[in-house]
Each structure stands twice: as structure tokens, then as C-alpha cells.
């Protein structure tokens, strides 16, 4: 697939991505979005997310040209793009999609069976941010949309340590910094830095997480009452399921907040075992077999229990069927 091809005959162009967008969704969109300016001038490409994090704002350039809701007027697109996500998962930009004549779905999760009336669906990828390398001219890429796509590809492999990361992202990411920009400042801007209340937060997680399954699950939950306390924010949970992921003897982190009364967020990292994408599905959610989330309506209290239950037992499940297979050799 090549998106000129896929897109020559438009005049307006709309790009969007997942709720609460993270590196590689912000990422595919400004550097799709970059792409398409350059190639295609007198052509309208507009981008629909909600508002990023400081850190991603700062270092993917296009950023400032996001939309963060849609303005009055807003006539029917001639194209949309969905990146990263699938359409139910997109807020606000959802009826642009739907309302689009030509709907376009490009995404690495592996639960995405693609959508649309042209999809790009790989879920061996590292990134969404390398399949928007694939499907431009890579003659036309210049510093901006190098940097980007390098933003995406190095916080979803974890700057290259997650089991994503192929021979092809290495060679990739190796490319893409020969732009020129500061490469270094990026990386520890984006994935290492926190705000002092995601520090916070951070710790009051690890304070907080349990045990479970022989020490081979970590799990913590923290109600909306609890954050409210605090004064923070669903940003200032960036990352912890993969912190908690980094304990000794654990194969599978579950970190679950409240985002609102009777909705929590489920956040899951694997290391070698469990497919959190197999578990995530259970409430309708997805991702890669390694990193996944979902979302989970219920009341605080005993509903909410019951569905942890249920996830947990997934989990459960999946550990004792590798033990049983070790022991049959």
C-alpha cells in the first residue's frame, strides 16, 4: 500500500487516532500528516486527537497543528485516516470517519481486524509509526517527519527492549536519526522523564500492588476517590504497568485506575507467558500479545472485584497451562 496512491484523487484529508493517545499514535498522525502536506500542497490534512502530554507536544513536531475537537461547519472529508486504533476507540473523530467517501485504517494491533474501505492491518510490527514509513515516499521524509515517527517507534518498543522490536525497526530507527535531530533528548524526554506527580503516583502504585499467582502476577487498582486525593490525572499513570513488569519473578503486570465513577482503565504488560491481549478481549479490549488494555464499567466495590476476578483468572489460567506444559516436557 502506498498512501498517495490510496489518497490522489482527495482534497480533504482527516487524521485521527486512539483516545488518549500515546507516542505512537500521536506520532503516525503528525508524521503521516507532515508527509501528506508536503506531498500533497494544496491539499486540506487536518488531525483529530485529544490533547497530548507536555513531553509528546514538545518533541513530534506537526503537534501544534492538532485539533482537539471539531471546529463548526466541518464539511464531509474526501478521505479519513485512522491510525493506531480502531473506530470505536477514536472519541470525538469517530463521526468524521464514519462520514468520510473514502475511510482508510492503518494499525499494528493484532485484535484489529481493519476497517474501512482500505486497511493496513500488521500486527508483527513494532509501531504504527514504521508502517507510516512504509506506505510514504521515503525520498520525501525530511528532519521533522523523521523525528515524528522516531518518537513512535522508541516508546513502543520501550526504546528497543519490548519483543516487537524487529531487525527491520533497528535498521529503521538507524535511518531515521541520520535527519539530525536530537535523537538522545527525545528518548529521555518521552519515555524516561516523569512529572513529580507521576513519580508519585508511580510510587503509591508499588506501594500498592499485590502479589499473586506465586509472585508471577503483580496487580493494583486505584479508585477514583484515591486519585482524586492525590490531584491526578489519567497522564499522570503513564508507564506503570510496564515499572511493575520490571520486578523480579513477574511475568504479568496489571495496573487498573478509575477514570471516572464506575469506568476503569486496565493497563497490562507480559514478559514471556501471558498473552494480555487474550485477557483484554475479555472486556472488549486488545493490543499485542505482550501490552494490552481495556476498559471495564462497573460499580466500586464488589462489581468491580468481580470483574478483576475474571480478568485475573485469565491470567491465572494462562501461568498454570505453561507449568502443565513444562511438566509434560
Known sequence: MKILETVKNCK????????????????????LALFLRKAMPGVQTDIYLEPLPEALFENI????????EIPAGTEQYDA???????????????????????????????????HGDVSYVDGNASSTCEMVYDVIDSEMVDRKIAQALYVGIVTDT???????????????????????FDFTSVIREVFFERTYMQAKMLGISLARAERM???????????????????????????????????????????????????WR??????????????ASLFGGGGHTRAAGCTI????????????KILLADIAAQLEADKDKDLKG
Do not use: W
Not at 464499567?297 to 478483576?308: I, L, N, P, S, V
Open 12 to 31: 480533504r484529508i482527516g487524521i485521527t487516532g486512539h483516545k488518549n493517545p500515546d507516542g505512537d499514535c500521536a506520532g503516525a498522525c503528525c508524521g
Open 61 to 68: 513536531p506537526g503537534a501544534e497543528t492538532i485539533l482537539n
Open 80 to 114: 479519513f485516516i485512522i491510525l493506531d486504533s480502531i473506530p470505536e476507540r477514536t472519541g470525538f473523530a469517530e463521526p468524521l470517519f464514519e462520514s468520510a467517501a473514502l475511510k482508510v485504517n492503518i494499525d499494528h494491533h493484532k485484535t484489529n481486524p481493519g
Open 158 to 180: 520501550g526504546v528497543f527492549q519490548y519483543s516487537n522490536t524487529r531487525e527491520s525497526t533497528m535498521r529503521l530507527a538507524g535511518n531515521l536519526i541520520s535527519y539530525g
Open 213 to 263: 499467582m506465586d509472585g508471577a502476577c503483580l496487580f493494583c487498582s486505584l479508585d477514583n476517590g484515591t486519585i482524586t486525593r492525590y490531584g491526578a490525572t489519567r497522564q499522570d499513570f503513564e508507564g506503570v504497568s510496564a515499572q511493575m513488569l520490571l520486578t523480579e519473578g513477574v511475568d504479568c503486570a496489571v495496573f487498573i485506575h478509575e477514570t471516572k465513577p464506575g469506568e
Open 266 to 279: 486496565a493497563s497490562m504488560r507480559s514478559g514471556n507467558i501471558v498473552d494480555v491481549a487474550r485477557s
Open 297 to 308: 464499567y462497573a460499580g466500586t466495590g464488589t462489581e468491580f472485584a468481580e470483574a478483576a
